[in-house]
């Protein structure tokens, strides 16, 4: 399956994307489990809000890093991955 | 709590303080404690024969207060604690449950019920959701309603265990079923699975009993075959390959009983690393099992969670790698598995230091082969095994 950038991203229902202040990070919370993030994986979940789309998050984060080509491509592959996990659904 | 063999969170959390303590190792060197089990009762209406539970649990000491159990969430939730379950004995008997979980989620906890779904009901299941609950797993003990009834010591459990399943999904909660499997139930893996599925299932624990608390008194009428066990991964994961190609997002996590290892799992991931559980009574403890051993563990009535995750006796006692005697000590893997699971080494040789007899680098490995050995040849039948009741806490105890 390829993505199509027209999409929107939702977290899972009873999956929750929050800061750890003792981690020093972010985490993904799902029943009885947690994912501790990267850096950039949390940029980006940090935009997943069920209202914009994969394009709308590319352009968000092209801005707020101007010169960074790996943007877009990062983004997909989150993307990507986190459908593949049932993190995310894509609708 | 039930025997559910939980998987725990990615232990990736890196600790913040720096600072030596008392006899503990250094704080940077003590992982956060990510995972809060509240056991907030041994109360229960089951009596399942494979509970974890202590066996003199009639004989603990007076429930926490809902205010002590406040304190104790915020504490460890200031210390990094991220999941919370709550559990027992069934949680569901005690009265302030949305009261807590309500804490619980307001303080940023991902709040998780672990029950049997019996005393649940629609009218709470939506109390508790808006209180703030975030997940509802509920323990079965077959995918048969003649079985699983005579497991729990009940003879309406089945069905009101099904309908609150339906229940919990119409309230939009994510939901994990968790199947104690054993050898009375482990052949009919396909029909446990296909049941799951029919009812939504986010996760799927098949759970091979574990052997503490009363499943340890019950092992020969618990304990599969190998033959039954390599048969039921098997089938497993044909069904996993099966959801997978549908793209179906249930998750099953198959939890074999480390008797048939030749390694020790990594227990708790370690020795106060990870995880923290909390009596009913206040006593912390490093696992769930681990009252039973000669340690003393410090409570929360008396110390706070600072003191006893870092500085007590009793969350160091096997902390590390120091503690450990030969083959452990000297062993490449110790790192990767802490020599195994302490209150095991107890229970089946009487010194909790020892490596776990699951090992087969340990000189005790021979009580594993043995339980093996009567498995092949074990006629317990349920009706047989002694069930978790009060009655019989009272008379064990007494021994």
């Keep these: 399956m390829s993505l199509d950038r027209q999409q929107v991203p939702a977290w899972r229902p009873g999956y929750r994307f929050q800061y750890e202040p003792a981690q ?47 943007v877009a491509d990062d983004i997909e592959q989150f993307m990507e991955v986190a459908r593949a996990e049932h993190w995310i659904t894509l609708a | 709590m039930p025997n559910t063999g939980s998987p725990s969170p990615d232990p990736s959390g890196q600790p913040a303080c720096v600072e030596h303590v008392g006899a503990g190792l250094p704080r940077d060197q003590v992982g956060l404690p990510l995972w809060l089990l509240a056991e907030l009762t041994y109360r229960c209406p089951l009596q399942c024969p494979y509970c974890s539970n202590p066996l003199d649990f009639a004989q603990q000491g007076k429930e926490l207060s809902t205010e002590q159990w406040f304190k104790v969430m915020a504490e460890a939730r200031e210390m990094g604690a991220a999941q919370i379950g709550f559990s027992g004995g069934e949680p569901l008997v005690r009265q302030d449950l949305a009261e807590l979980i309500g804490e619980a989620r307001r303080l940023g906890y991902y709040t998780n019920l672990i029950t049997s779904g019996i005393g649940l009901t629609e009218q709470k299941i939506a109390a508790f ?39 919990v999904k119409a309230h939009g ?23 799951c599925i029919a009812l939504e299932a986010d996760f799927v624990e098949l759970a091979t009993c574990q052997f503490y608390g009363w499943a340890h008194l019950n092992r020969l009428g618990l304990l599969p075959t ?16 099966k959801l997978k190609a549908e793209g179906h997002p249930c998750k099953l996590i198959f939890v074999t009983p480390d008797y048939y290892e030749e390694r ?32 003393q563990f410090p409570n929360v009535r008396d110390h706070d969670l600072q003191h006893i995750w870092y500085d007590s006796f009793g969350f160091n006692r096997f902390r ?18 802490f020599g195994g699971c302490r209150c095991q080494a107890f229970m089946l040789t009487g010194d909790a230091s020892k490596a776990d007899p699951v090992c087969a680098k340990s000189p005790d490995h021979g009580i594993i082969l043995k339980a093996r050995e009567e498995a092949e040849h074990a006629t317990l039948e349920i009706e047989q095994m002694t069930f978790r009741n009060e009655r019989n806490a009272h008379v064990i105890a007494r021994g």
């Design chain 1, 24 to 70: 020093k990070g972010h985490v993904l919370l799902y029943p009885e489990g947690m994912i501790k993030l990267n850096e950039s994986a949390s940029l980006i979940g940090g935009l997943i809000d069920g209202q914009r789309s994969v394009a709308q998050i590319i352009t968000d984060l092209e801005q707020q890093f101007p010169g960074v080509p790996e």
């Design chain 2, 129 to 167: 959701k808006h209180a703030g609950l975030d997940h509802i797993q509920i323990s079965f003990q077959a995918s048969d309603e003649q079985v699983n009834n005579l497991l729990a010591g009940s003879k309406k459990a089945f069905a009101q265990k099904l309908e609150m399943a339906r229940a």
């Design chain 2, 173 to 195: 909660y994510p939901m994990v079923l968790n199947f104690v499997t054993h050898r009375h139930n482990i052949d009919k893996i396909d029909r446990i699975i296909e049941l």
């Design chain 2, 226 to 241: 190998r033959e039954q066990l390599e048969r039921a991964e098997r089938v497993t994961n044909e069904y996993r390959a």
């Design chain 2, 264 to 295: 020790p799992k990594a227990c708790m991931n370690g020795w106060g690393s990870l995880f923290l559980t909390i009596t009913p009574d206040g006593t912390a403890l490093p696992c769930h099992g681990a009252r039973q051993l000669p340690v």
């Design chain 2, 320 to 337: 590390g790698f120091d503690w450990m005697p030969e083959p452990c000590r000297s062993c490449d893997e110790k790192e990767k598995d």
